[in-house]
C-alpha cells in the first residue's frame, strides 16, 4: 500500500519530502498516486521530490500532473522531472 501524505507522522515538510524520495526506492504502479498527490503539497521540497521521483519512475500515467508542475511557482519544481530518465 502506498505511503499517504496526510498521515499525522507526515506533519512536517522535511518528512514529505523525504517519503516522497523514499518512495523512488520501491517505486511501482502503487506509489504513482501518492506521489501524484504529493505534487500538490503547499512546500515546494516535497512537490520537487515528488516531481523527481515521479519523472524517475517515467509512468505515463503521471504525465498530465507533471505537466502541471510547469506553472509552479518553484524553478526547481519546474526542472526537477524533465531532466529524468526519457521524457
Do not use: C, H
Not at 498516486?33 to 512546500?43: I, S
Not at 511557482?73 to 524533465?82: I, K
Amino acid at each position: 500500500m502506498a505511503a499517504r501524505f496526510t498521515q499525522p507522522s507526515l506533519n512536517s515538510p522535511s518528512m514529505r519530502g523525504i517519503t516522497a524520495v523514499a518512495l523512488r526506492k520501491i517505486a511501482n504502479e502503487a506509489t504513482v498516486p501518492a506521489l501524484v498527490q504529493a505534487l500538490k503539497d503547499k512546500d515546494s521540497a516535497v512537490r520537487k521530490g515528488a516531481a523527481y521521483v515521479l519523472g524517475d519512475i517515467g509512468n505515463e500515467a503521471a504525465v498530465p500532473a507533471l505537466l502541471q508542475t510547469l506553472s509552479d511557482e518553484d524553478s526547481a519544481v519546474r526542472s526537477s522531472w524533465g531532466v529524468r530518465k526519457n521524457w
